[in-house]
């Protein structure tokens, strides 16, 4: 019986010591997995801390840098905040001083506002700066907004004499000129505005208009027609060009006909609004009641089109 007892007892010493060892290994493998996990929470803790100090610091050389802050009103212009952006100008010159660019600025922020007289000061404080171009177009939108056609394009020549290339500031001058019976002065800064930005609907309205005005009609349907502008558009487009040539001022809508509203069955079509153009390079929009009071309805209003910058 001994002989037969101490072989079993062995052969089960053995198996508890291999399940002894699994177990040990197992809790090894667990403990480095753990381990593993603390390293790994570590890391991205840092990560995180790392990317948290480097947005602070961003954050800094927005207060810090003069540079960024007035690309950050700037920021705040093409999004349309035009209150909140005379405050940070205010807060951008208390610390850095007043240049060109903050005026310009301000001058385009005060006219967004409804704050003529402060905004044409402004406008002619940049005379003799290197923005004095935009100072002539800013000046040239309030007369417009006045009704003076004729001021508004003598100014607006001015300015694209020193932008030559804008196409919108040309769609602009030749509409002023349009508006101000000066038909024949109209056609090259609308063709000019056109080549330049055939994607603009501003461009592609303003030129339909001076073809309809000058009776090129064939000309004008197929401009309309390639755009795919709404019928109600073309109806405001020849309402507006009738009402031209019989020497009468007619609301025109100098942005998007694509996306005009077309209005309900048995209700005449909306007449169009003024709307110009951002400043190139500035992201400011101006709108329809600072060029034509008169006409202007926020639900009127109209979508840029998808090109660079969203300008319309």
């Known amino acids: 019986m001994k002989t037969i007892e101490s072989p079993v007892r062995a052969h089960r010493a053995a198996r508890l010591l291999a399940m002894a060892a699994t177990a040990a290994a197992a809790m090894a493998l667990t403990a480095c997995g753990a381990l593993k996990d603390q390293y790994a929470a570590s890391a991205d803790a840092q990560q995180r801390a790392a990317a948290e100090s480097a947005a602070e610091t961003r954050a800094g050389a927005t207060v810090d840098t003069r540079a960024t802050y007035l690309k950050l009103v700037e920021q705040m212009q093409k999004e349309g905040l035009w209150f909140a952006s005379l405050a940070h100008i205010d807060a951008l010159e208390q610390r850095w001083g007043v240049s060109p660019e903050s005026t310009r600025m301000r001058a385009d922020a005060l006219r ?54 804008d196409a919108l500031l040309l769609s602009d001058l030749g509409y002023a000129s349009l508006r101000a019976g000066q038909v024949e002065e109209a056609r090259l800064p609308l063709m000019q505005a056109l080549q330049l930005r055939p994607d603009s609907t501003q461009a592609q309205t303003n030129l339909a208009l001076y073809l309809e005005a000058t009776g090129q009609r064939e000309q004008a349907d197929r401009l309309m027609e390639t755009n795919r502008m709404s019928p109600a558009t073309r109806a405001a ?65 109209l979508s840029p089109s998808a090109s660079s910058r969203g300008t319309p």
């Open 237 to 301: 487009v020849r309402e507006a060009a009738m009402q031209l040539r019989a020497g009468r001022e007619a609301p025109l809508n100098v942005g998007s006909a694509v996306s005009a509203p077309r209005g309900d069955a048995g209700t005449p079509p909306p007449p169009l609004m003024l709307k110009a153009s951002r400043w190139a390079g500035t992201g400011g929009v101006r709108t329809a009641s600072q060029l034509n009071p008169s006409v202007a309805d926020p639900a009127l209003s």
């Open 112 to 165: 967004q506002t409804d704050q003529a007289a402060a905004s044409a000061e402004a406008y002619k404080r940049l005379m003799g700066t290197p923005l004095e171009g935009a100072g002539y177009r800013g000046l040239g939108l309030l007369a417009g907004a006045r009704g003076s056609y004729a001021e508004a394009a003598q100014l607006l020549r001015q300015a694209q004499r020193q932008a030559p290339t």
